[in-house]
């Protein structure tokens, strides 16, 4: 993954050119973690680009600056414009998005006191992150011997940025091992998430997924994953999962925005159900990518158009 060639930046209220879009080293959010981020993708549709869930995603970043205890301070329409404004500058068809907003210059005591919030977004192309083939084909999967911290430790609902070092732990152990992505189990051995994705599993022919209280951060394309299911005439039901559903299912898929939905094909060397992309989830994922690439009205209220003049 590059960076492309996008030419804009959004930095606390204004564009301004990729270069300049810097920041001081003595930002308490670099050296402490303290920041919260999104991952939103915008994507090419008839109409043009269209950003996916975009006020659900901002919801989420409100809301995990507030557990941390500061506010972003531009209102939701003014980062909404300012998103939409930050693709079409960079002249972008479909994009991933990057808001972060964390604490920066003015102490280094680990209380951020005065520190000023900062803001900014980014924009650029990026592809199928658990790669193509992988969205086709499946991929390989590892337990994790590093498990997802409990929500007593920090709060999994949040998308923080310091929050992220157990899931880099995680991937990196995985890909030093050959595998694809990292599975984190919960403290009590059930199933987590991935380093950057929910978990669904299917057996015989519902769809399972675990809830809030299983230590995952409540994936915006998981609840989209469970809307469509569900609309495609799916049973989907919530609960805690323990490794032997995920063992002995027919098929299981990882949700993520940057993973979108990604077909799981093996887990530490044994296939799941038949080893490849399973019925179901091919079901999941076509209609998934209808909906955001805006070939079902069912779900275009989830898509803020570009172009002003295309009605959700
Ligand atoms: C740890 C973790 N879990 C789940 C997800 C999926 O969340 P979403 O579908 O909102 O992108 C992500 C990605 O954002 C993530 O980083």
């Keep these: 993954m590059s960076f492309g060639n996008a030419a804009w930046i959004w930095r606390n209220g204004s564009l301004v050119p990729w270069a300049e879009a810097t920041f001081h080293v003595s930002a308490h959010g670099l ?48 980062l909404t414009a300012a998103v939409t404004d930050l693709i079409a500058a960079n002249e972008l068809e479909s994009c991933y998005i990057r808001p972060i907003s964390f604490m920066g210059s003015g102490s280094l005591g680990v209380h951020p006191g005065k520190c000023p919030v900062e803001v900014a977004i980014m ?32 709060p999994t609902t949040a998308k923080a940025c310091g929050q992220y ?17 990292a599975l984190l189990l919960d ?12 978990l669904f599993v299917i057996k015989d022919g519902v769809i399972y997924t675990n809830k809030a209280d299983d230590s995952i951060l409540m994936g915006i394309t998981r609840d989209a994953a469970i809307e469509i299911a569900r609309a495609e005439g ?24 940057a993973a979108e939905i990604t077909p799981i094909r093996e887990l530490d060397g044994q296939p799941i159900g038949s080893g490849s992309r399973g019925p179901v989830t091919a079901a ?10 805006g ?17 959700a």
């Design 31 to 78: 050296h402490y973690g303290s920041g919260v981020f999104e991952g939103i993708r915008c994507y090419e549709t008839a109409n043009g680009p269209a950003v996916f869930r975009l006020s659900e995603h901002l919801e989420r970043f409100y809301a995990s600056a507030e557990v941390y205890g500061f506010k972003i301070p531009y209102t939701l329409g003014e």
């Design 123 to 154: 924009a650029w192309p990026w592809g199928a992150y658990l790669g193509s083939e992988g969205l086709e084909k499946g991929i390989r999967v590892t337990v994790s011997p590093w498990r997802k911290f409990h929500s007593s430790m920090m």
């Design 165 to 181: 070092l157990n899931s880099i732990l995680a991937v990196q152990e995985a890909f030093a091992r050959g595998y694809d992505e």
């Design 187 to 198: 403290k009590d051995d059930r199933l987590a998430e991935g380093s950057g994705e929910n």
């Design 234 to 257: 799916y049973a989907v039901e919530s609960r805690s999962l323990e490794l032997s559903d995920l063992v002995e299912a027919d098929e299981a898929f990882f949700t993520g925005t």
């Design 284 to 293: 999941v994922q076509s209609a998934f990518f209808n909906a955001v690439n």
């Design 295 to 311: 070939r079902d009205d069912r779900f275009a209220h989830w898509l803020t158009y570009l172009n002003k003049a295309v009605a």
